[in-house]
């Protein structure tokens, strides 16, 4: 596709549950990254990648929270025992290098209930 | 890891006037820092970018931003607003690990 795809672009879940997030990015991007933003808040910095591996993950906020690229293109990042708290819109982004102008998809809503 | 902290949450200006959106950095190496936008229902935008080629940074839609050292500062100005500059700012910084950070945004209002 032409731009970064997030899929799904609404989650709503209960509290307890598993989800599941994924990222698409533009073909030939070799990073990628995932935030999240709250309602009025800058984009929370979670998890980076080049290519496959994980540069830098010191955002991820606890170990509930997961994240790979296995083939370097899409992304998934995994929530566990999903809280209220963990109610945000999820950004992925990708640029074709690191620091680099980055592409960002339209986001996943999730909302824990 | 880098920062940013933008100055301001909320910023508002008349129509024609100047516009001034500050930001600083931390970074213990040589940053790259970003301007984006984000336009109400709509995604991220990069405004523009400074990579160490020249202290004074133009983008688009006449912003413009100057990289200082000695203030490590990276502020984004227009001279003169339009409405259609209603929109959220964000400063960023990439660092020594290539990761990128975002301030905590600052919010533009042009009155007419």
């Known amino acids: 596709g032409a731009g970064v795809s997030q899929t799904p672009s609404n989650k709503v879940t209960e509290k307890g549950k598993y989800v599941e997030l994924r990222c698409d990015p533009i073909s030939g991007h070799t990073a990628l990254y995932w935030y999240r933003q709250s309602l009025g808040q800058g984009p929370e910095f979670l998890i980076y990648?080049?290519?496959?591996?994980?540069?830098?993950d010191s955002g991820l906020p606890n170990d509930r929270f997961f994240a790979v690229r296995p083939e370097g293109s899409v992304s998934t990042l995994k929530i566990q025992r999903t809280e209220r708290g963990d109610s945000a819109v999820y950004l992925c982004?990708?640029?074709?290098?690191?620091?680099?102008?980055?592409?960002f998809g339209s986001g996943t809503q999730l909302s824990v209930l | 890891a880098q920062s940013v902290t933008q100055l301001g949450s909320h910023v508002s200006v008349s129509e024609g006037a100047l516009v001034l959106l500050r930001c600083n950095y931390s970074s213990s190496v040589p940053p790259y820092l970003f301007w984006y936008v984000q336009y109400p229902n709509q995604g991220l935008q990069l405004l523009l970018k400074y990579t160490s080629a020249a202290t004074l940074v133009k983008g688009i839609n006449g912003f413009e931003a100057e990289f200082k050292k000695s203030e490590t500062s990276f502020h984004l100005t227009k001279p003169s607003a339009h409405m259609s500059d209603a929109a959220e700012y964000f400063c960023?910084?990439?660092?020594?690990?290539?990761?990128?950070?975002f301030g905590a945004g600052t919010r533009l209002t042009v009155k007419p």
């Open positions: 990648f080049q290519g496959t591996g994980a540069a830098d």
């Open positions: 982004a990708s640029s074709f290098r690191a620091s680099e102008k980055l592409f």
């Open positions: 960023a910084v990439s660092g020594r690990n290539n990761d990128m950070r």
